[in-house]
């Protein structure tokens, strides 16, 4: 059984087990290695892609499940706002290891694209799920303020 | 990796290249002084006389194997035709910003232009690229990485300068002294201007100066200047096309996992690999020396091959090891006098005492829990062996790597990739993971090249942990309220025990990193008599993110601040009154506590705590404001001070101390490894808890303008927040903690 996916707005057709992660078959199998494994189990969010405009970690749903959907991840990310996040993670130097910050620019671009002015609750909510062992939380938050300055600016 | 390797007598650097098979006609030597003093040692009347290297010093490696470039003068940079100036990084990049740091280095004695800096990493070789403080061997740690470069790469970008200048004053034909140089361009009075691609060529064919003079700190264009060179790897980690082991692309990459020993020291009985086999995708199912490995196509059909894999252990060996009973048994010790390893000048005379306090601390094992899990890339092919990982100590995985795949050492090429963290858990003088890769690379047969991949499980129950630590401490006052005595005894495993540098690093039965921060220490305290044992476990021990100073700190700067409410003085008096001897560790101390205005009242449910430590040369101080509600804490602020000598970086300085807080913090919350009935008890970021962004304090960083040598900061910001957390629980009235995480006190949601 095949299933038909709609990736960075390519048509793509995956033969194998659809049970297998969406992960493994943005990585292994289509070659976006920017979408990262860290947990498997949804815990950490190196993994988040978008779904419709919405994270989801790619690690644990099967590819089945977004069949006909379409999944976006850091490669193609396009749109003004996720230009906005990118520049200002660039523009405050937030990465270290940078291992994390694919999930990190997922989550970041989801939250402001339905609020644009969020609030440090706001940006706890939306990040809580992401996970970054070098902790940069701190420049993750300045950036997202300055992404969000810049597009109301 | 521990500066204390500096320690090598010559005898030992001998040996250690022997082992390795490195001839010493060739290896450059530990230099006997990489820093001048200051203070007009020299006659210098700016006392910075360290910032300019003795001829020796300053000598570099030769061109030989050097990148090949128009103007390659040295290992570390070249200068093409096309005006890019590419700088080789000898250091491993795992996100504490070095390869910024180095490039900055070149950039500012080559006066380049900034956006015109490419870098790249070094391949494995020793005698090009050792750290100059681990004498002959290549690797990165302890903090060491820009200390250590500092006079090399500025001496590498001095030395393109002067050819360049060279080349034109030739072909302009006018003295060099005229020649200005500026943003990769040279130009003369007269008009005359040429880019360095232009004049790369004619300059490779000048000779490298033998000892160019390095600027003045007053001339300096990069170093110190904040924001003046952004992280080179920035856009590559916020766009996804940052290379790391995990992503790396070849013809026919296969991908394996391996079913590990479930529990440490187990041994495999058999296996049947009939179901895992039958799996879509599968290639091989292997036994290697670590335990079988399942070999596919692609990740998912290796992880449900080893799913599918039916494998018999035997965990007799140790079923029985269980952290509690550890515990039980390391109290035990602690209670009785081991090693000596210090030399009291005082004695430690109870009847001085007036007031004694008698603490017992417990510290876990921790795993370094980096965001990518480990991996290695090996491919046998044409009688060679190619590696590819973050090959944080390329000279030990290129010696295991060699003698796992029975080859000698020129014929195997370590490739380094950026990594997804370490945290120590990269350098490792075992090259598990590396030396895991090659093995089922052997297994099947050199057939394709093969990513050996840990799962996040895998990752977090291999050991190599932060060992598991008891501290017992008795220590007095006198009537005046002084410190008149300090019994502190250590039990817990030596990291260097049993592996390659053991001979070089424990010295009378003490590994300096079971001791460091008691042993030296920045305090007054001459009467303190330390001891120490060092029980051996099947779990390997590793370095952990500042090494010993994870728990010596945290026992040091409770302890005295225990003491300071017992003589009734305050915390910071306190400490200062036994600083005398460390002038920049009470500099720290006093802009820290300046800075977050200690001693001005609170509201109410917060309160301030505060430590100093030094390790790898750097001396930090940090305050935190932690409130607690319900008998939650939370730390709201966290006002650090840090004195790492000339500050090269000072956003990268300031983002070390962010990202050290951060990964404190949620170890001191936290991180645990049990082990029960031989296994490791927590396996993933559900159980084996990470901080996350609505936990994260609020962070200022001060930076101590300073013209000491420059030291490290990838680990020093860690050791001083625990303790400074916790001394604010007290405060607040909550228990002094002396067990660890807190979790264990119910001081955080669970």
Redesign the interface.
Known sequence: MSVTLNINGTRRDFDGDPDTPLLWVIRDELGLTGTKYGCGIAQCGACTVHVDGQTLRSCSAPVSAVAGRQVTTIEGLASRTAKAVQKAWVDLDVVQCGYCQSGQIMSATALLEKKPKPSDTDIDRAMAGNICRCATYQRIRAAIHAASAQLAG | MHPLMNCFRTDEQRRLMELLGIEESTAPLLPRRVFLQSAGAAGLAIGLGWLVPTNADAALPGAEGAATGPLAPNAFIRVGTDNLVTVICKHHE????NTTGLASLVADELDADWSLVRTEYAPSDPKLYNNLAFGPLQGTGGSSAIANSFLQYRGAGATARAMLVAAAAEAWHVPPGEIRTSKSTLTHASGRRATYGEMAAAASRQTPPENPPLKTAAQFTFIGKDRST??V????????????T??L?LPGLL?AVIAWPPGFGAKLVSFDATDAKKV??VTDVVEVPEGVAVVAT???AAL?GRRALKVQWDESASSDLDSEALLARYRAQAAQPGMPFTKPTTMSAAPAAVKTIEAVYEFPFLAH?????MNCVAWLHDGMLETWSGHQFPTFDHMFAAKAAGLPMDKVKLHTL??????GRRANVWSDFTVAAVNVAMAIGGRAPVRL?F??EDDTGAGLYRPMYVHAVKAGLDAQGRVAAWQHTIVGQSIMAGGPMAEMMIKDGIDPTSVEGVAKSIYDLPMLAGSLHSPTLAVRPLWWRSVGNTHTAYVMETMLDELAAASGRDPLAFRLSLLGKSPRAAAVLKLAADKAGWGKPRRTGVAQGIAVHESFDTFVAQVAEVSMRNGKVKVERVICAVDCGVPVNP??IR?QM??????A??ALYYSEVEIKAGRAAQR???TYR?????E?P??EVHIVPSTEKPSGVGEPGVPPLAPAVANAVARLGGPRVRRLPFTRAGLVET
């Open positions: 795992m996100g504490q910003g952004p992280r790897d920035s856009p590559s980690k916020c766009n996804g096309s940052a290379m790391y995990a992503d692309k991908t879509k995708g692609g990740t998912w449900q829990a980096t965001m990518e899990p950026v990594s997804g963290g370490s945290f991949q799962s996040r956003d990268v983002a962010e990202g050290c807080i951060g990964f913090l949620g993933n970021f559900d990470s901080l996350r962004i609505h994260m609020r962070v």
